[in-house]
């Protein structure tokens, strides 16, 4: 059974998402074409980034609810990022937001569903270098993440 802390972990997520979406949707032509700094990355890779990684924390979350673990490394993870970047270079507004929202959606239900017992459930999770940690730890990534690229985005195209 869903617990009250997987609802408002959805509920911030879904929120989260929603303002990536709307950014994405009033973000002009040349805007989405603006390098991120930090990021290294034009504006429309950013937000492409962020929907793919929802995707990841899809099954992410099941497997750190299953207490099977993640077995990616931030190694792995920084090269797929490299790849991502190249391959999306040209990735248009449309098909980001369209991934946002199908992404966002199978993670905000992925979230939702979490019981009390799954969110407290610790497994190795290989971006932190195989430690343990609870699912929770990983649930609330899962706002944070979308909220971190999406300021750094909103920062370069008003400065």
């Known amino acids: 059974m869903a617990s009250d802390r997987a609802t408002a972990l959805a509920d911030d997520f879904s929120a989260a998402n929603a303002e990536a979406m709307d950014f994405v949707r009033r973000c002009t032509a040349a ?5 991120v700094p930090g990021e290294g990355w034009p504006v429309g890779v950013v937000l492409h980034h962020v929907a ?34 190249l391959r999306t270079a040209t990735v ?28 407290d459930r610790t497994a190795p999770f290989g971006p932190a270098g195989g430690r343990a940690m609870p699912t929770l730890a990983l649930a609330a990534v899962a706002a944070r993440h979308t909220r971190e690229h999406l300021d750094h985005a909103l920062g370069a195209i008003s400065s």
């Open 52 to 85: 793919v990684g929802h995707g990841h924390g899809v099954r992410w979350l099941h497997d750190m609810a299953a207490g099977d673990g993640v077995t990616d490394t931030a190694e792995s993870i920084d090269g797929e990022n490299a790849v991502h970047a």
């Open 92 to 119: 248009g507004q449309d098909e980001t937001f369209a991934l946002l929202e199908q992404n966002g959606t199978r993670l905000e239900a992925a979230l939702r569903v979490l019981s009390d017992e799954e969110l």
């Open 31 to 35: 805007e989405w074409t603006v390098t």
